[in-house]
């Protein structure tokens, strides 16, 4: 079982909602990253936080708003979003930032997300 | 564009003999993999990693193979069971670089 947990596993939206996934980790780890998976495709990294604080932002748009109030918690704020956002948000965590290698960086279940 | 890629997007297998995944990577200065897998409706779950400096590593009943050469990555899972169907990726870092790169998966089959 991944020690990476993500809330909700389900969360269906309109694009004039506002929502938020969470993320937590035990592990003492201090990188937490967001991806996105679509179906059939492999997880693309959308941000890294390292130490709390943002490090990486992969072009993402606004309407996604990442934020690490503490070293364990990581959100992801959504905000008129599109049906196209639909997908499989990934939160994973790892030790240090993914620059290093052996640096094991572990997934959680995912959130599906559904815009209507 | 991906500097990851898999050879075959689907590999089916009969129940207990050995399979093999494939991956081509392109980026030379790449040097630390990682092989995961992903159940239907599930996270990626970290099965195996290799780093640069090693061409095998082995654990329970899986092996890794680098051959740095070709830039090949393949993980040999032994004796396969049902519970071993799941869509495996690779991934790569490159040294000092951010972020996952991932293949496209392989979806392996157990057939009974």
């Known amino acids: ?116 | 564009g991906e500097s990851v890629g898999l050879h075959l997007p689907t590999l089916s297998v009969q129940e207990g003999d050995n399979s093999i995944i494939n991956c081509a990577y392109s980026n030379s200065a790449s040097d630390y993999f990682i092989w995961y897998k992903q159940e239907s409706g599930k996270g990626p779950q970290f099965i195996i990693d290799i780093r640069s400096n090693m061409d095998k590593r082995q654990g329970q009943r899986v092996t890794v193979l680098l051959n740095k050469t070709v830039k090949h990555l393949s993980l040999q899972i032994a004796a396969t069971q049902p519970g071993d169907s799941a869509v495996y990726f690779c991934a790569e870092i490159s040294g000092g670089a951010d972020g996952l790169t991932f293949g496209k998966g392989t979806h392996l089959i157990i057939q009974p």
């Open chain 1, 1 to 116: 079982d991944t020690e990476v947990t993500q809330t909700p596993k389900h969360l269906v939206m309109g694009m004039t909602n506002k929502k938020s996934l969470k993320c937590e980790q035990h592990m003492g780890h201090r990188a937490m990253y967001w991806y996105k998976q679509k179906a059939k495709k492999p997880p693309e990294l959308m941000f890294v936080y390292s130490y709390e604080k943002l490090s990486i932002n992969e072009s993402v748009p606004s309407r996604f708003s990442p934020e690490c109030p503490n070293s364990s918690l990581l959100n992801l704020h959504l905000h008129a979003l599109q049906p196209e956002d639909s997908a499989l948000y990934l939160c994973a965590s790892s030790q240090e930032r993914q620059g290093a290698a052996g640096n094991t960086i572990y997934f959680g279940e995912g959130s599906w997300l559904t815009v209507v």
